[in-house]
């Protein structure tokens, strides 16, 4: 309040000052200009006073406007009498005028004020409505962590448990037998030893799972891109999955000719895992299919696909999530593949990191899971001058 009424003042008397140092400029000059360039000038000091300080002293201002232009400017001079009747038309229009126009730029003056505060306490609302979605935000973020988190420990609890369980019975049952405390024979000695060699490696393969994916999940991946021909890339993951597929009938249809730029040990680890999850989750003696053709727009397709159960629609894309497994209840109930649930994850990130796309279909006759990617072949340019390497000519002419 008591700053309010501070603020008026100093209006007033700044309103009394400049119509007081207007009329006596103007006064200086009264004999070279007539009284309507006066009354506009005064006017324009009423308006400048509306706008700086508002309408009570650009009142204030205006009366002293009307009595300064009709003492100095109106004959006779240097008296409030008017001698001609037209002068109180022009001194009550001047009035009017002077009054209405500091009445409408306070107005406007009002508005502008009144609206740079609306923009304001816009700016404040918006700035705490993003601050609140930002703590929203991080709140979610923090719960979905806790829930990776929690997952994750989940699943690196029962992967790491059940090899280091049955490692640990194994060698528990050696021990004992080299105590004496029981009898093993050769052949249940070659058991236990065989148990200790297949945990140890499925730990390997899991860390080693652990860290191809933080790699890849840290952008940090880096392919050895060079030409190879797929047949070699997937005749070689083959080879190291005869071990998974002895069981099953792998049928191979591969288009002739098809040479692609990519990171072949990285494009046959994927090639690989979809293997290793054909053999986990079909029927043994069912055939498993590997076919490789051109797609197009200098892109291979690849796909491998089984006669197991299938993936439901709903979880095909889940599969591709770390550490998720896609088992039905009766898998659940039954049987549980052993599995990390980072196969499909990393297959991803290989596959996207060489600029391509992998996705899950139903199998063939509506059973079944093929799995497809699409690879970029690579640079033209490099795919002629690979081209005419490999052509006879060019061998024929090599010294």
Known sequence: MVAASDTRLKGYVIAIASMAAATAALAVVRLHINPTTVALILLLVVLFLATMWGSRPALLAAVLGVLSFNFFFLPPYHTFTIADPQNWIALAAFLIIAVTAG?????????AEEAEANRVEIEHLYQELRDAFERASHAEAVKQSEKLKSALLDAVTHDIRTPLTSIKASVTTLLDDVGQQIR????????????????????????????ELARIEAGEMHLRRGWSTVDDIVTTALVRAQGLTRKHHVEVQLENDLVIRVDPSAVGEVIYTLLDNATKYSARGTIIRIRAEDHGENTVQLLVEDEGHGIPAEMR????????????????????????????????????????????????????TRVVCTLPVGDDDEVEKKSLEQSPEHLG???
């Open 184 to 211: 093993l024979d050769t052949e249940s000695r070659r058991d236990m030893l065989e148990v200790i060699d297949e945990e140890c490696d499925r730990l390997t393969r899991f860390v080693e799972a652990m860290i």
């Open 397 to 399: 002419s090599a010294p």
């Open 103 to 111: 009445q409408l730029s306070a107005r406007a003056k009002r508005r």
């Open 317 to 368: 894309e889940r599969v591709f999530d770390r550490f998720y497994r896609a088992t039905t209840s009766t898998d659940a109930q039954f049987h549980r593949p052993p599995s990390i649930g980072m196969g499909l994850a990393i297959a991803r990130g290989i596959v996207e990191a060489h600029g391509g796309h992998i996705w899950i279909e139903e199998g063939a006759s509506g059973k079944g």
